[in-house]
């Protein structure tokens, strides 16, 4: 059964795309998603400047219905946002495909992993094509029991040991997140993602050795 990673430009008429564009160097990570009949509800963690105008945006699309401030200080925006076109989701759910949570959504591109069979992970990019929404398949690997899953990927090693070498994990720091995936030739919601995961991955080896 595959593990694939697939990253996907949000359609140009969904709010996000057009608030990640304007915001390059926010990131939008999606903590959990609900979708039922047709709308949606995200938990969105927003880092970035401006974060003003990103909500003020967010509440004046016509297809956002709602839309609660749960969190925010000087690094991290949290809200929670309903929708009644929820055109990024509609694929996954339409052939049955759980997207991993959380993904980054960043210049408007979202980061998917997706953990499904060969015929479902054909019914979804089939979906997309559909849809005509554009997207690359960027890893498919072997998903062969739950172990696996804590431990790095190729890729993600690579994009960690790239961002180390760069100072992205220095203090101060030496590298920005938009300089380290320029250097890897990838974008920066990719980079974000599997820098994301790598992290949380070793995180949690950590603390399951402490424990």
Not at 47 to 74: C, F, H, P, Q, Y
Not at 100 to 110: H, L, M
Not at 137 to 147: G, L, Q, T, Y
Not at 186 to 201: F, P, Q, V, Y
Request: hydrophobic share 40%; proline share 4%; charged share 25%.
């Amino acid at each position: 059964m595959p593990l694939a990673t697939i990253t996907i430009t949000v359609p140009e008429e969904m709010w996000i795309a057009e608030a990640s564009t304007a915001c390059p160097d926010a990131t939008f990570r999606v903590v959990s998603t609900q979708y039922d009949d047709g709308t949606a509800t995200g938990l969105f963690e927003i880092e970035g400047d401006d974060i003003v105008a990103v909500l003020a945006g967010a509440n004046d699309a016509s297809e956002i219905t709602g839309i609660d401030l749960l969190w925010n200080d000087d690094v991290k925006t949290v809200v929670q946002i309903e929708t009644d076109n929820p055109l990024l989701l509609r694929p996954a759910s339409h052939v049955g495909v759980p997207v991993r949570t959380p993904f980054v959504i960043s210049d408007g591109v979202a980061s998917w992993e997706v953990f499904t069979s060969e015929e479902k992970l054909s019914d979804l990019t089939d979906e997309l094509d559909a849809l005509g929404i554009s997207y690359d398949v960027e890893s498919v690997r072997a998903f062969s029991d739950s172990r696996d899953d804590a431990v790095l990927t190729p890729r993600q090693q690579e994009v960690l040991s790239v961002a180390s070498e760069a100072g992205y994990y220095d203090t101060p720091r030496e590298a920005s997140l938009t300089e380290v995936a320029e250097s890897l030739g990838i974008t920066k919601a990719t980079c974000s993602d599997l820098l994301h995961r790598a992290e949380g991955k070793i995180i949690g080896r950590y603390i399951d050795r402490d424990a």
